[in-house]
């Protein structure tokens, strides 16, 4: 397991055994788990993204572009 990000927004955990990703919005206390290629596009996306400076808005506007895959509610982790 490796976080590959941590801020008051987003956790970002890396599965490399396990090809997966695991995203949480700590905004509204939703997660989801991808795995295989859509993990892969998503680790690209986010490295891109990071290269980059945003604003919280911009940010924000990221995470939201996600939404349909934080599907489950975070009872605890």
Do not use: C, W
């Not at 396990?18 to 892969?40: F, Y």
């Not at 290269?51 to 924000?60: C, K, L, R, T």
């Amino acid at each position: 397991m490796n976080v590959l990000f941590n801020n008051p927004l987003l956790y970002v955990i890396d599965y490399p055994g396990h090809d997966a990703l695991e995203i949480l919005d700590k905004r509204n206390g939703r997660m989801g788990l991808l795995r295989g290629a859509t993990a892969d596009r998503m680790r690209n996306e986010f490295g891109q993204f990071l290269a980059q400076e945003h604003d919280q808005e911009e940010f924000e506007d990221f995470i939201d572009s996600y939404e349909a895959i934080l599907d489950h509610p975070v009872l605890r982790h």
